[in-house]
């Protein structure tokens, strides 16, 4: 069943935190600390007011990032590099995701709200290097988030990626609202969080739904 509502599908676009590692692996925990401390130096709030701030932004705009350059025009470079420079140690290789995304037919390719070399730090420790054909970050969408349309037709502009013949991995349901607009297969990955009818496919398991699409 899995397989023909997939049939058509010649791009697979796969977001990263929570979607191609577990959260079980508290990634994103490590990331956040070291959002709420930036927020901290940068704005010269403490560590109380600053946390408010990366929730609001992130539920608002998005991201945390998006919010601090509209509301205080910071430098996202800058600010990438010093959230994303944490520790790996939690990851581990998994082989049978790697084979399973590797008998999809097509492009595969990750579109992340985080930062390209992140991402591709986070594939290494994962043992998924060199099974994707491009990895785009957030700077890749001139630091626009998902999921904001203009950053979705950046970013599958860049791929040439045609949205009907396409499917996205995600996490965030919210992420995948613009791009079922746009014709994609949507797959959100993760807990059940009542998503709506712009969800096409919903999985706990990712490889074990990969299992049922590859070749």
Same mark, same amino acid.
């Given at each position: 069943? &899995?397989?023909?509502?997939?049939? &058509?599908?010649?791009?697979?676009?796969?977001? *990263?935190? &929570?979607? *191609?590692?577990?959260?079980?692996?508290?990634?994103?925990?490590?990331?956040?600390?070291?959002?709420?401390?930036?927020?901290?130096?940068?704005l010269g709030v403490d560590r109380p007011e600053a946390d408010h701030l990366r929730r609001h932004y992130w539920a608002h705009y998005g991201t945390t990032l998006a919010g601090l350059m509209r509301e205080h025009d910071v430098d996202p470079a800058s600010y990438l590099a010093e959230v994303h420079d944490i520790s790996m140690d939690s990851l581990t290789p998994d082989p049978l995701l790697a084979a399973r995304i590797a008998a999809l037919p097509g492009r595969r390719i990750i579109y992340t709200n985080g930062s390209a070399p992140y991402a591709e730090r986070v594939i290494d420790a994962r043992g998924l290097s060199g099974l994707f054909d491009a990895i785009y970050g957030v700077e890749h969408a001139n630091f626009l988030p998902k999921p904001e349309r203009a950053a979705f037709d950046t970013v599958f502009a860049a791929d040439g990626l045609h949205g009907p013949s396409a499917a996205m991995f995600e996490d965030d349901p919210r992420n995948l609202l613009e791009p079922h607009a746009m014709g994609l297969r949507t797959v959100h990955v993760g807990p059940v969080r009542g998503e709506g009818a712009h969800i096409h496919f919903h999985t706990d398991n990712l490889s074990d739904f990969l299992s049922h699409l590859g070749a």
């Open positions: 069943m &899995h397989r023909d509502a997939f049939s &058509h599908v010649t791009t697979w676009v796969f977001d *990263l935190d &929570h979607t *191609l590692y577990p959260p079980e692996a508290r990634l994103f925990a490590l990331i956040e600390t070291r959002m709420t401390t930036w927020v901290m130096q940068t």
